[in-house]
C-alpha cells in the first residue's frame, strides 16, 4: 500500500493539548503531521521562572522534531496555518503550501489579551511566549544596571497586572529574587527601592481558588513585600506606570501584564464558530460545531459549559480527540469528553503554594510547595530539561544555597553613553 493511502492526521500547535493527541496515534494506521509556528514546544507554567532568572529558557523548551524518534508515524512542519478548506480537507499555511488531511486537530491555543486597555500593548510586557520571558528578564536586569551606573531611575517599580496564578507566581518569584539575589548582586542599590506591586481588579487573588487559599496566597505575597493593590482595575498603561479605575496613578518602571488571554488574531480566517474570547465552537466529543473531521481542543476550544484553560483540559482533550479518530476510522461513533479534575496548584515562593485538589481537598504552605515541585519536573518533556530544571530549583530553592542564588541573565542594554562597541554590521542585519 503506498504511504500516500494512509489517512492522514494534521495536528495545529505542538503544545499540551497537540502532544497529546500525536501520542495518542502513536499505534494507529495514520500518518500524522504536526504543526508548529515555533521548533519547540514551551512549557508554560515554568514561563515565570525564566523571567525572573531562576531557569533557563532551554530548560522549558523541547524541540518538537525530536518526537519523531519516539514515534515512527509523525512528522513535523514548521508553520503558521492562516486557512482551513473543509470542502477540500485543505489546511493552508501562510507559506502558500496546502496539507491535505483526513482529519484536523486545532491545538493552537491561545494568546494575550490586552482588554483593549489604551498602553497595555505598547508599554505592558505580555508573557505568552519564550521571548516574551526573556525580554522580561533582560528588561528587568537592564533597569537594575542603570539604576547601578547612576544612568537612570534610582528606584525600580515592578508593577504587575493580574492576580491570578500567573501574576501571583511571578509576584512571588520577583520578592524571592529582590530578596535572596540582587541585595548581594547591586550594593549600589536601596533594596527599598526595588517594589513589586500587584494590581488586580477584584477583592482578592486567584478567583478559582477556595477561599482559605486565597486568603493564604495574599497573606504570603505581603509577608514577602509584595504591594497588594486589589479592587484596582487598570485602565490605561502609560510609559511610567499605570493609571487605575480610581484614576489613581501607579508609577512604575516596568508593567508586566498577566491577565487576559484570547484566540490568535488569525484563527477568524479560519472559517470556524468561535464564541467568547474567539475561542471555537465544539461539541461534546471535540468535534468543531457544523464540521466532521475537524476537532477543537485546549485552550482554543469551548463546548457549551467551557473548561478552564490549563495544561489538563488540554492534555485530557488531545487524547480523547486522537481516540474518536481511531474510532472513526474503524466506523464506530465518537464518544462524549468527560474532563477529569485533578485539582490546580499555584506557588507563591519557596515552601509557599497552594493546592486544591478533587473532592473540595486543599492544601497550603510547604507541603503543597513540595508537590508542586515534583509535578512540575514530571510535567516537563524530556529527561535532560527535568534534570536541568531540578538542578537549578535546587539553586534558587534549596535552604543550604539560598544565600549563594544567582539568577541567569541574558543580554543587557549598554547603559552608559558608548557603552559598547558599534554593532557589527551582520548584527544589524540581523535586528532588521
Ligand atoms: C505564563 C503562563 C503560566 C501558566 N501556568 C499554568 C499552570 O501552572 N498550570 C496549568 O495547568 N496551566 C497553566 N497555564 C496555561 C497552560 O499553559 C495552557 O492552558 C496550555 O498550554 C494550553 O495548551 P494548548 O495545547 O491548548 O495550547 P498551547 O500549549 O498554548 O500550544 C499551542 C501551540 O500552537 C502553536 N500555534 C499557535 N498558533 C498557531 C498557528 N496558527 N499555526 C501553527 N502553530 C500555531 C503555538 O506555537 C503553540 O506551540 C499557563 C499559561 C501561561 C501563559
Known amino acids: ?173 520577583l520578592a524571592e529574587l529582590r530578596d535572596q539575589a540582587l541585595k548581594d548582586a547591586y550594593p549600589e542599590i536601596d533594596p527599598s527601592k526595588i517594589t513589586i506591586t500587584l494590581v488586580h481588579r477584584s477583592a482578592e487573588l486567584l478567583k478559582p481558588f477556595a477561599p482559605r487559599l486565597r486568603r493564604y496566597a495574599a497573606k504570603m505575597l505581603r509577608k514577602r513585600g509584595v504591594e497588594l493593590r486589589l479592587n484596582s482595575g487598570v485602565e490605561e498603561v502609560l510609559q511610567n ?41 465544539i461539541n461534546d466529543d471535540l468535534r468543531v460545531k457544523g464540521q466532521d473531521r475537524i476537532f477543537a481542543i485546549g485552550d482554543i476550544a469551548a463546548g457549551d459549559d467551557p473548561l478552564p484553560q490549563l495544561a489538563q483540559p488540554a492534555i485530557q482533550g488531545g487524547k480523547h480527540a486522537g481516540e474518536q479518530i481511531l474510532r472513526l476510522l474503524h466506523g464506530k461513533p465518537t464518544e462524549a469528553f468527560h474532563y477529569f479534575d485533578k485539582g490546580t496548584m499555584a506557588t507563591i515562593g519557596t515552601n509557599a503554594a497552594v493546592a486544591q485538589l478533587r473532592g473540595g481537598i486543599t492544601m497550603i504552605g510547604p507541603l503543597a510547595w513540595l508537590v508542586w515541585v515534583v509535578i512540575h519536573i514530571a510535567s516537563l518533556l524530556g529527561n535532560g530539561n527535568r534534570v536541568s530544571t531540578l538542578t537549578h530549583f535546587a539553586v534558587r530553592y534549596l535552604w543550604a544555597l539560598r544565600k549563594r542564588a544567582i539568577p541567569i541573565v541574558g543580554d543587557v542594554r549598554p547603559v552608559r553613553p558608548n557603552g559598547d562597541r558599534e554593532p557589527d554590521p551582520w548584527a544589524l542585519q540581523k535586528a532588521e
Do not use: C
Open 1 to 173: 500500500m503506498s504511504q500516500n493511502r494512509t489517512p492522514h492526521v494534521v495536528i495545529v500547535g505542538g503544545g499540551f493539548g497537540g502532544i497529546a493527541a500525536m501520542k495518542a496515534l502513536a499505534d494507529a494506521p495514520v500518518r500524522v503531521t504536526l504543526i508548529d509556528r515555533h521548533v519547540y514546544n514551551m512549557f508554560q507554567p515554568l514561563m515565570y521562572q525564566v523571567a525572573t532568572g531562576g531557569l533557563n529558557a532551554g530548560d522549558v523548551t523541547y524541540f518538537l522534531r525530536s518526537l519523531r524518534a519516539k514515534q515512527r508515524n509523525a512528522d513535523f512542519r514548521h508553520g503558521l496555518l492562516v486557512g482551513i478548506d473543509p470542502e477540500h480537507r485543505t489546511a493552508i499555511m501562510s507559506d502558500g503550501e496546502n496539507l491535505q488531511y483526513d482529519y484536523l486537530i486545532l491545538a493552537n491555543g491561545v494568546n494575550t489579551s490586552y482588554f483593549g486597555t489604551p498602553g497595555a500593548y505598547e508599554y505592558a510586557y505580555s508573557m505568552y511566549s519564550r521571548s516574551q520571558a526573556l525580554r522580561i528578564r533582560d528588561e528587568l536586569f537592564t533597569r537594575l544596571e542603570q539604576a547601578a551606573a547612576k544612568q537612570g531611575p534610582d528606584e525600580i517599580r515592578v508593577v504587575i497586572v493580574g492576580g491570578g496564578a500567573t501574576g501571583v507566581e511571578m509576584a512571588g518569584a
Open 241 to 281: 506606570g499605570v493609571r487605575v479605575a480610581s484614576g489613581e496613578f501607579i508609577p512604575a518602571e516596568q508593567v508586566i501584564w498577566a491577565t487576559g488571554v484570547a484566540a490568535h488574531k488569525e484563527v477568524s480566517n479560519w472559517g470556524m464558530p468561535q464564541t467568547h474570547g474567539g475561542r471555537i465552537e
